[in-house]
């Protein structure tokens, strides 16, 4: 069997994954880089609806540093 890993950043992503041969899943907002998280609740469903999958959960960048208002809190 070859093991392949996928990426997805929602619960609805979630369901059209589940019944196929994934060695990992990637949980990650990519719309938010590279690092982008989902959030916790979105985390949460994801956990509990792929339960018997591996998940790996990118945590890195919650706040997207190209958002407006962080920029303006910078300057």
């Known amino acids: ?12 992503e979630a369901r059209l994954i589940r019944d196929m041969s994934i060695g990992i899943v990637d949980v990650k907002n990519v719309d938010d880089g590279a690092l ?27 706040v997207n540093p190209a958002e407006k208002n962080l920029l303006l809190m910078r300057y």
Do not use: C, P, Q
């Open 36 to 62: 982008g998280f989902v959030g916790v609740e979105e985390a949460e469903k994801i956990f509990n609806f792929l339960r018997t999958k591996t998940l790996s959960i990118t945590m890195g960048d919650y």
């Open 1 to 12: 069997m070859t093991n392949i890993l996928t990426s997805i950043k929602n619960i609805h």
